[in-house]
């Protein structure tokens, strides 16, 4: 009556040969990490035959020290980076240029967007226009967004980027205006 049934056996099986194997690996690990922090031993004679373990030890990650307040932003030409500095006026869609300026949000990762579209010269701003902002992580399959942002009147069009972690973020700015469709492409390195 209390015994188990065949897929209860298995999954504890299962069990037992990963709680081994990790044990195993602990103490590999272990030792590995005793040798390295001994002091200095007197080495063996040379043999013919040498045998070496393979060094367990991973390089550790140098985070940026310090508060970080500005991000590495590139500009997208072509799928190829470019060097931007934010304020730079960019082609947005036909005679529609803009100034990108994005800055750090009061919480960790989001950033604050702000689009300022002009026909020809900032003294005409436009306000017709409808700005969306694609953004995922190239190097990993999650985290995409879609935001649209909101127009204040002015040619300036705002919205609060929920980036989720740290890491390199590609926003795909889409603008539509006069009945076409533009856009910049731009690289965001965020570090916190």
């Not at 997208?76 to 005679?95: A, D, H, R």
């Amino acid at each position: 009556m209390n015994e188990a049934k065949p897929h209860n056996k298995i999954l504890l099986y299962a069990l037992l040969v990963l709680a081994v194997i990790a044990g195993a690996g602990m103490a590999v690990l272990a030792r590995t990490t005793s040798l390295a922090s001994t002091a200095p031993r007197a080495t063996p004679a040379p043999t013919s035959v040498t045998a070496s373990a393979p060094s367990l030890a991973l390089p550790t990650p140098t985070p940026p020290q310090g508060p970080v307040t500005t991000d590495g932003i590139q500009l997208l030409v072509g799928g190829i980076p470019q060097p931007f500095e934010q304020g730079t006026i960019l082609p947005v869609v036909g005679k529609i240029m803009g100034q990108l300026d994005l800055k750090p949000a009061d919480a960790n990762f989001l950033r604050n967007f702000d689009l300022f579209l002009f026909e020809e010269t900032p003294n005409t701003p436009y306000i017709n226009a409808n700005v969306i902002i694609i953004g995922n992580m190239p190097d990993m399959p999650h985290g995409d967004f879609k935001v649209l942002a909101i127009p204040l009147g002015d040619g300036h069009y705002s919205v609060e980027l929920p980036c989720g972690m740290n890491g390199q973020w590609e926003f795909n700015v889409q603008v539509k205006a006069e009945g076409k469709t533009g856009g910049i492409r731009i690289l965001v390195d965020i570090y916190e």
